[in-house]
């Protein structure tokens, strides 16, 4: 089974790449955004206290993003893997995550992050808030305090995830294209080795 995470700040491409990377693996795409997102539209109680933290910029609390992906774990369970998007943000999440696949008898096969630097990345949002409704993406202070937010917080996962050797860093810029290249290069390396 794969199991990817794909990493990097708010703007970075990781919607984009998901995509061709489902398509070409067949993963189940477990974007912690849109399972929120979904949450928030249906308006349960989850939705509603994640809305109230989310349009503040700040992080949904532990316990119940591990909790939404053990769900979707248990109803994939013969899925030829997973692309983790936008989880895990600290490294008490990585060790959760870690803990949660291995009752599955599985683990994270490779993580990797795409680099962009913040001026590209705040740049992104807002042009991306002129057509996706989001208004996290049309306010920059906000977009300035969710990468501040990444920078301090998840930044760090890259180093458990290196010291496991299973870390990789892709630019971010350029065409999506030899991007994508990129990453289906390194998943062969991890997968195939």
């Known amino acids: 089974?794969?199991?990817?995470?794909?990493?990097?700040?708010?703007?970075?491409?990781?919607?984009?790449?998901?995509?061709?990377?489902?398509?070409?693996?067949?993963?189940?795409?477990?974007?912690?955004?849109?399972?929120?997102r979904s949450e928030i539209q249906a308006g349960s109680e989850l939705g509603l206290r994640a809305k109230t933290l989310m349009d503040q910029g700040i992080l949904v609390p532990d316990e119940v993003v591990i909790g939404m992906i053990n769900n979707k774990l248990r109803e994939h369970r013969n899925a030829a893997g997973f692309i983790f998007d936008g989880f895990p943000r600290t490294v008490k999440q990585s060790e959760a995550l870690d803990e949660l696949l291995a009752s599955y008898n599985e683990s994270i096969s490779v993580m990797i992050a795409l680099v962009v630097d913040d001026n590209e990345l705040s740049a992104r949002l807002l042009k991306r808030g002129e057509t996706s409704g989001r208004p996290d993406d049309q306010n920059e202070a906000l977009i300035s305090k969710r990468i501040q937010e990444y920078n301090s917080k998840t930044k760090p996962?890259?180093?458990?995830?290196?010291?496991?050797?299973?870390f990789v860093?892709?630019?971010?810029?350029?065409e999506i294209e030899f991007i994508f290249g990129e990453i289906s290069t390194t998943i062969s390396r991890f997968t195939f080795a």
């Open 157 to 166: 996962v890259a180093d458990y995830y290196r010291a496991q050797e299973k």
């Open 169 to 174: 860093a892709i630019d971010g810029i350029g």
């Open 1 to 36: 089974m794969l199991n990817l995470i794909l990493f990097g700040p708010p703007g970075a491409g990781k919607g984009t790449q998901s995509q061709k990377i489902i398509a070409k693996y067949n993963l189940i795409h477990l974007s912690t955004g849109d399972l929120l």
